[in-house]
């Protein structure tokens, strides 16, 4: 084989979201000697970003002072906000939580102000590569960190070399960045290679599933900011939804469902279109149209699960860490944060050493254990999560104690060992009628002829164990219909629809078995996310 082609530069960092390009920007503005790399393995940078997204603008401002001047393309300021528990008919308004007063935040597409963010950092030096996938990280011989390997373009599903093959490159750096969002696949092995989740939590995860419509005119209130509890979610299981007024009579709506849920016959996707055919929804989506949609894992864990984040070579920022504060459905603030910490903290050095403590010790961390104790609290049941919830924030976490964490596949029932809850849902009449259809409107793509990225390790436990114990989960929790089980003269078999995935990771994380690998597929595969 021949030698790889290479590229050196002093920092590479692996994700064009939020803590990624803040990285790259305020390392340039500190070091704009520096030679900085950013890769994305979306088609464009924003087109696999979702988001709700509600962001705090502190950060931002910090970052880039002028940024109001010329904001991104989708930014409409927060005017009110609503929050509701709901029941099947109707529902009750409460008093807004704490954490969900927006005034004097922004709705945005969190795709767009990726994209828009991008060529600020090239406009400081950053190069900024779309459409390159890194598919394992690069080593020294003392076993530190080196970079990362681009996955090759052109292999075939048999692993020959197809007409238009293309060795991937490999691009060397003093420090690597990880900034791939929740459960990246080169973190998820580097994390397990040095130990970093030991002494912390197991890592939790939700799955977020929204759409973007177009409604008749005169039903959008522009900045209004409404969300809700209670159904379609029974009492046992962790769920939520969001809906924000944008500009130009759109609406940004989607549910949020904890991947800690026990009954292993739930669909999240089945439960944020019953959502939508509530009453209080529906009346705004009819006659409308769907013009965009997707599904990602929102990373939930906390303070108690947040990994060591330094290794030899590389750090961890953003939701590669994972720092979303759950009870503000809020994340990006802390993404852009912890990005300019850490290009603070490594200015000078380009080490790694060190930023475990300096980002434990920072406001960041100090926001997420002031609230540690809330999302665990949901565990034990909707009602007692609220009356946690309520004490927490009445003490601002300064409770003698910590919840613990479990990891999300080990909270599934088996098949009959639970009554199924009751699910009260309706006849739902919006559009789209099934995950296919949704798949359509996330604009996925993928290359029919390469390797699956979706690698099961031992296929028989699906057509024999987990079929009999659990009933095929996977055919339920995936939102986008890859995974199916079919019926043949020979017997079952699983068949994995690959082409479908719009890159959630649900199947990763709530596996029973563990037995499913999600890496990157070929560089620009996957979803092509408009404005969500």
Known sequence: MSERETMEYDVIVVGAGPSGLSFAIRMKQLKPELNICVIEKASTVGAQILSGAVIEPQPLDALLPGWREAPPPICIPATEDEFWLLNQTGGRKLPLPPGM?????????????????????????????????????????????????????????????????????????????????????????????????????????????????????????????????????????????????????????????????????YKPWEAFQQWKNHPMVKELLEGGSILSAGARAIVTGGWQSLPTVEMPGAILIGDTAGLLNVPKIKGTHQAIRSGMLAAEHVADTLQSTGWDARLRDSEVMAELREVRNIKPGFKKGFWFGMLNAAWETAVKGRSPWTLKNKPDWASLYKVGEHEAPKRDYVERTLAPRDRLAGVYFAATEHEEDQPVHLQVTDPSVCVEQCAREYDNPCTRFCPAGVYEIVEEEAGKRLQINAANCVHCKTCDIKDPYQIINWVTPEGGSGPNYQNL
């Not at 590569?129 to 048999?158: L, N, Y």
């Not at 995860?205 to 005119?217: D, H, M, R």
């Not at 299981?237 to 026990?262: C, E, M, N, P, Q």
């Open 101 to 265: 007063h927006n005034h004097g935040n922004f709705i945005v597409s969190l795709g767009a102000m990726c994209a828009w963010m991008a060529p600020q950092a090239e406009a400081l030096g950053v190069d900024v590569f779309p459409g390159f996938a890194a598919s394992e990280t690069i080593t020294r011989e003392d076993g530190s960190v080196a970079g990362v390997r681009i996955g090759d373009m052109g292999v075939a599903k048999d692993g020959s070399h197809k007409a238009g093959y293309t060795q991937g490159i490999d691009i060397t750096a003093k420090l690597t960045v990880l900034a791939e969002g929740a459960r990246g696949h080169l973190s998820k092995r580097l994390i397990k290679q040095f130990k970093l989740d030991e002494g912390h939590d197991p890592q939790t995860y939700s799955i977020g599933i929204k759409e973007l419509w177009q409604v008749p005119a005169g039903r959008v209130s522009p900045g209004k900011i409404v969300h809700s509890v209670g159904w379609p979610a029974d009492t046992q299981t962790y769920g939520g939804s969001f809906l924000y007024h944008l500009d130009g009579d759109r609406i940004a709506l989607g549910y949020v469902s904890g991947l800690d849920y026990k009954d292993p016959e």
